[in-house]
């Protein structure tokens, strides 16, 4: 089972990166082949939503980790291979392409996949042999490989005679062509998995724990965003008691960081992935909606303040359905008044609170909703701090518990001068 996300939440994070910035995506991408490479970018575009199978491979990963395994392949090895079995054969009526061949392709095609053979049995037959939650695919390609038609390739002569690679590219290219497909894609997978066990030991992420969906549970110790060269790291805890957190603080304590470490922890932990944090235990969901930097809706002529209804509605939709859902709303209703947006944010969070087998992260300016909002008890309330010295904030960037009314917009302003400069022109200003 797959989880429920959109384009809208894959942007907020940063999965994928743009031309000027990598993404997360790419924190994890050690990988070796084309094929692997694909399949790691399904795996974060699907994450998982089922306890056992995130479970399972993040089992896989760690256990991959811990015997800091390389990729047993050459990846001219794998890259010829692919050339190879992709060739058109004229004795079958399945051509995959047009075109000309020579005795040399050949030749280099039919050793690459012998020396993949051998290469592919000496890996079961090794250190992965003890990892219980790779024994369904370690017994697959076993199969595969001691399958009689290639037990010539595993014993075989290291020279070949033009005979002999006939015969092979028979056996290769015609009748069992089907079959190196297959473990083409178990060495895709195990490029994933070393590529991202690499990951986990490099960075020192930990690896999740998943727990039955609909528990509302979620423990964070020493979260923090994994792009982050010298992060504040927080800890976490949602529970059916509190499944809802009110998050406020002034512009730049850190709100939106925190709100995708958290939401990135979570959409890794899905994948079972390795995140960056100290621990993590969480409830498996069915989806994860974040709505952290929503932008106008120009094609259908909408505000911001209507983007964000949407928006809403959109979530209230699968929560209506019974689904499991994660949800972070960041400065919920910013594109309206603030009497407005009180009312609607208060209105919103309460009923958010009704869905107990759901959990909620709501960030505002609007600390008088704070007040109306402790009506429920399941509703917690953090904070990310400013300090004061003088005329300059500072910030620890550390979530602290309750409600703050730090306010210094026009602070910010002063200090940049931005008045003096509307007063007395740029160049006054500028003067010492």
Excluded at 215 to 228: I, T
Excluded at 345 to 367: D, E, L, P, R
Aim: net charge neutral; no cysteine.
């Amino acid at each position: 089972m797959a989880l429920h996300t959109d384009e809208q939440t894959i942007t907020d994070l940063g999965i994928f990166g743009r031309r000027d910035s990598a993404g997360i995506y790419d924190l994890y991408n050690h990988t070796h082949t084309q094929g692997g490479e694909a399949i790691l970018k399904e795996m974060f575009l699907h994450p998982l939503s089922d306890k056992e199978t995130i479970n399972r491979r993040s089992s896989i990963l760690k256990h991959f980790a811990r015997l800091h395994l390389k990729f047993p392949f050459d990846a001219a090895t794998i890259d010829m291979t692919e050339k190879y079995i992709k060739l058109p054969d004229e004795r079958t009526g399945h051509s995959r392409g047009q075109g000309t061949y020579s005795e040399k392709e050949i030749h280099n095609g039919v050793t690459s996949v012998i020396t993949m053979i051998r290469q592919l049995s000496a890996f079961i037959a090794g250190d992965v042999n003890g990892i219980s939650a790779y024994a369904d695919e370690r017994e697959a390609i076993s199969i595969l490989i001691t399958d009689p038609a290639f037990e010539p390739a595993l014993r075989g002569e290291s020279k070949l005679s033009y005979t002999a690679v006939a015969a092979y590219d028979t056996l290769f290219r015609v009748r069992e062509r089907h079959k190196i497909g297959q473990l083409l894609r178990h060495i895709y997978y195990l490029d994933v998995y070393l590529s991202v066990a690499k990951t986990a030991v490099d960075r020192q992420f930990v690896f999740p724990i998943a727990l039955e969906k609909g528990l509302s549970v979620l423990q964070l110790e020493d979260v923090y965003h994994p792009e982050l060269k010298t992060p504040i790291k927080n800890n976490l805890s949602m529970g059916p008691d509190q499944n809802v957190i009110f998050l406020t603080g002034a512009n730049m304590a850190g709100k939106s960081t925190f709100l995708r470490a958290v939401s990135t922890a979570m959409y890794i932990a899905h994948m079972g992935f390795p995140v960056a944090a100290g621990a993590m235990r969480f409830s498996v969901m069915d989806g994860i909606y974040t709505t952290i930097n929503l932008p106008d809706n120009l094609g259908i002529g909408a505000s911001h303040f209507y983007a964000e209804v949407l928006r809403v509605k959109k979530v209230a939709r699968e929560l209506s359905q019974g689904q499991s859902l994660f949800i972070i709303f960041d400065e919920l209703f910013r594109g309206t008044n603030v009497k407005d947006a009180q009312e609607a944010t208060v209105a919103i969070t309460h009923a958010f609170a009704g869905k107990k087998n759901s959990m909620f992260i709501i960030s505002s300016h609007i600390v008088e909703a704070g007040e109306a909002l402790k009506q429920k008890s399941n509703i917690g309330f953090s904070y990310l701090p400013t300090h004061m010295n003088g005329h300059q904030p500072s910030y620890t960037y550390t979530l602290q518990q309750g409600i703050t009314d730090d306010r210094h917009g026009m602070i910010i302003i002063r200090n940049e001068g931005i008045l003096d400069t509307l007063k007395n022109g740029l160049k006054q200003t500028q003067q010492p």
